[in-house]
């Protein structure tokens, strides 16, 4: 079973420092990757979607990396805002059986005006 | 973005009742799937479906149940709710298999049962 991990758990960083989220996944059997911001109580909001042939993904102040090999993508947010404070979650789409998703703990994020 | 939605977004319940979460989706999306998440914990998958008379178990065993009549609609049923099952309940949808499917997810509905 694909097993999902996020690192860190938690992280503080004042404004405007560029920071990077890490997501690591045990099979490399992945159809995807896809990151997503939640707020706090709310549902999910997509961010990025790498597909298992791409390397990296941008959209905006974001960069999510894919390296299907290591069984690693990382999420680069640059010039921080109080605003990105949420918890990002990673989750990888499995090639195998029901081709589910399997999500990481999340890493919570804290930007410090 | 999403076009998917769960009603009701909060719901405190007694002990012992019947409740359905609803969940919607006008995307056309085959799969769906129903997460369950405690505060601070990770998302479970708890129940899926490929389409339209099909539902699956998640790896998360679950009392609930859900159907999956029509493409868009994809309920998920509590026949007797108990405080264990107070949770926040996430719904999502995505194409199956088709380019590189992207989950969307609802506003989720927490649930407290009292």
């Known amino acids: 079973k694909q097993e999902v991990t996020q690192i860190p758990a938690a992280l503080s960083v004042p404004e405007g420092e560029n920071l990077v989220l890490n997501c690591s996944f045990t099979?490399?059997?992945?159809?995807?990757l896809q990151w997503f911001r939640q707020d706090p109580g709310k549902g999910l909001t997509s961010l990025l979607l790498?597909?298992?042939?791409?390397r990296e993904q941008t959209s905006g102040r974001l960069n999510a990396s894919l390296d299907k090999s290591s069984g690693r993508s990382t999420l680069y947010i640059a010039a921080s805002q109080p605003g990105d404070s949420a918890t990002y979650l990673c989750?990888?789409?499995?090639?195998?059986?029901?081709?589910?998703?399997?999500f990481g703990t999340g890493t919570r994020l804290t930007v410090i005006p | 973005e999403a076009d998917i939605y769960q009603t009701p977004r909060y719901l405190v319940i007694g002990t012992g009742k019947k409740i359905t979460l609803e969940c919607s989706q006008t995307?056309?999306?085959?799969?769906m799937y129903w997460y369950q998440q405690d505060p601070g914990m990770e998302l479970h998958l708890i129940h899926y479906?490929?389409?339209?008379?099909?539902?699956e178990k998640g790896d998360l065993s679950s009392e609930s149940t859900v159907s999956r009549i029509r493409t868009e609609h994809f309920p998920l049923t509590l026949e007797s709710a108990r405080p264990s099952h107070t949770s926040q309940y996430l719904c999502?949808?995505?194409?199956?298999?088709?380019?590189?499917?992207?989950?969307?997810f609802g506003q989720g509905t927490r649930l407290t049962v009292v």
């Open positions: 999502a949808s995505s194409e199956f298999l088709s380019g590189a499917p992207k989950a969307f």
């Open positions: 479906s490929y389409g339209v008379n099909s539902t």
């Open positions: 099979d490399s059997a992945i159809y995807n």
């Open positions: 989750a990888a789409r499995s090639q195998t059986g029901a081709n589910n998703l399997f």
């Open positions: 995307m056309g999306h085959d799969k």
């Open positions: 790498i597909q298992s042939s791409q």
